[in-house]
Every structure is written in C-alpha cells, then in structure tokens.
C-alpha cells in the first residue's frame, strides 16, 4: 500500500454505540490503515481539530442515533469553515433515502450495515486512490 493511509473515526453526538466502529477500526488496522479513533460524544469541531492536527486523508463517522443528516452537516460546514478537504464516509444505521441525501451533501459513501470487510476496504481504497 506504501504509505499508510490516515484515517480518523468518531461517534458524534449523543449516540453511545460503538460496537460497529470499534470493530471497522481494528478491520480497518488489519488492512494496513493507520487508524484513530475519537470514542463517543464528539461534535464537528473537534473532528475537525483532531483531523487537522492528525493529518488524515479520511474521516469516518457513524451513526445509530437518528442524528446522521444534522450531525453531517454541521461536520462538513465546519470542515469548510476550516478549508479541510478530506473525504468524509459515514456508517451506521441510516435509511437509504438520508443516505442519499449525505452523499448530495457531500459525503463520499455510506457504509450499510453488514458490509464486507472486503467490500469496506474496496469502498475506501477508491476514495483514497
């Protein structure tokens, strides 16, 4: 893969599941990415200060909590104030029509639920090569 790839990953927001990211994190280790990860409760300028500072070439945010559409929007409102220009993914449990309003929002991809290891590592490969 050559240099290893930075990517960030946070909860955002009051969701408190962290079982999938937490497991897309080490999914993501075992593929060769150099991960970090947020934990919960973060809001979209401290992703965005931590992104910054780690200099990532991905964040990954998921949600499980409803918030996904208003949580994203304030994340790439802010990372535009911040002239960050990194791709953003989102996952979690998102129904098919808010995922297609975060990608006309910006969003890179939507990560459905029960995604292949390899799928999630193709998905992300294309959005960083």
Do not use: W
Not at 10 to 20: E, I, P, S, V, W
Not at 26 to 54: C, F, K
């Amino acid at each position: 893969m050559g240099t290893r790839k930075r990517v960030l990953l946070a909860k955002m927001g009051l969701d408190c599941h962290d079982t999938g990211i937490v497991t897309v994190a080490q999914m993501m280790r075992e593929n060769g990415y150099e991960v970090i990860y947020m934990g919960l409760h973060n809001y979209a300028d401290a992703v965005v200060n931590t992104a910054i500072a780690e200099d990532v070439d991905l964040i990954g945010v998921s949600f499980l909590s409803g918030q996904h559409e208003t949580q994203t929007r304030e994340l790439l409102d802010a990372m535009r104030q911040a002239e960050l220009n990194v791709p953003v993914m989102c996952g979690g449990i998102i129904p098919p029509d808010d995922a297609q309003e975060l990608k006309r929002m910006g969003v890179a991809d939507v990560i459905e639920p029960g995604t292949l290891t390899e799928d999630l590592v193709s998905r992300i490969g294309s959005i960083l090569s």
